[in-house]
């Protein structure tokens, strides 16, 4: 075990630390005792990307949503983002350029394609323009460490993504956001990234309405557990990790990726479904095991 390297320069870890562990791959542990419902982290998103469906009711900068319906001050330009106030709206526009308008007015008018797709390639384009317009600093090697299951897609997977995928590939290189090396096979790893490792952004007050998707590769970090003791809470911008029993020194971190009400045989198929991994968890190994013995 060793504590992971590529996180040191990111601070703000005071009562827990990454590590790569074998078998699992890197997870975040207990530095000391932490007590129940304790902030062990607060991060923001590196992307953000709202719904079509909601881009006139959520602020495209700081996420606040209109009280009852739409707000009225956008981009001229595309009609794709939105905004609280004047002040959000020149902070954002002053780098909202032209090749970023374009791509994302030609995405949204783009036809015969699945709404959960058109939302991950309006991620995929907005994580490579804040890599373009942060080319200064590190935070892309968070997204680059994060795992992509796209060498494990089966052909039918790849057909459905076949639109988009010729889409953001001609768009992408056009606008030379991509480096030298980089293929469309690397926007298609980051397409998978995003199904893997995305959070919804939600409504305020409103857990039951996803309205966005956004990056928090730092929140990435904590694996998943059936009996999990940590929750993520999004606010605005805002995403606080807050523990929800007492962890131990050296234990785990965890959080849920699925609904774990659901049993547990359907649990563990939604899992290596959408995140390509068998749960071994404690709870799922007892309950697999009780059903056996039934
Ligand atoms: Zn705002
Ligand atoms: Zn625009
Ligand atoms: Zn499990």
């Known amino acids: ?3 992971d390297v590529s996180l040191s320069c990111f601070d703000g870890f005071s009562l827990i630390y990454s590590k790569s562990t074998q078998g699992k791959g890197r997870e975040y542990v207990a530095k000391q005792i ?3 419902g304790t902030t062990v982290l607060k991060v923001t998103p590196y992307a953000t990307a ?3 469906s909601f881009k006139k009711r959520l602020c495209a900068r700081c996420l606040c949503a209109h009280p009852t ?3 009225s001050t956008h981009c001229l330009g595309c009609d794709q983002v939105y905004f609280c106030s004047i002040d959000c709206a020149n902070k954002y526009l002053k780098w909202h350029d032209p090749g970023c ?3 994302l007015r030609k995405l949204a008018s783009l036809k015969k394609v699945d709404r959960h797709m058109k939302s991950v390639a309006k991620l995929v384009v907005m994580i490579y323009w804040q890599r373009q317009k942060n080319n200064e ?3 892309y090697t968070l997204v ?3 795992e992509s299951h796209y060498d494990d897609w089966d052909q039918d997977i790849k057909r459905d993504w076949h639109r988009i995928h010729t889409f953001l590939w001609k768009h992408i290189s056009a606008l030379g956001w991509l480096l030298p090396h980089e293929t469309d096979a690397d926007i298609m790893h980051l397409v998978s990234k995003i199904e893997s490792n995305g959070f919804g952004i939600y409504l305020e007050n409103r857990l039951d309405v996803v309205a966005g998707r956004a990056l928090y590769p730092l929140a990435s970090l904590f694996n998943h557990d059936c009996a999990y003791n940590c929750q993520p809470r999004g606010k605005f911008r805002e995403m606080t990790i807050r523990t929800l029993s007492t962890i131990q020194k050296e234990d785990p971190l965890t959080i849920a990726y699925t609904d774990t009400d659901l049993p547990v045989m359907n649990r563990r198929q939604k899992l290596l479904q959408d995140y390509y ?3 071994q968890c404690n709870r799922c190994l007892l309950e697999s095991a009780s059903k056996k013995r039934k």
């Open 69 to 71: 319906k739409s707000f």
């Open 50 to 52: 709202i719904f079509d």
């Open 144 to 146: 680059q460490h994060l």
């Open 137 to 139: 600093d590190n935070s």
């Open 101 to 103: 308008c374009d791509v």
């Open 34 to 36: 932490i007590d129940p």
């Open 1 to 3: 075990m060793t504590t």
């Open 277 to 279: 991994f068998t749960c």
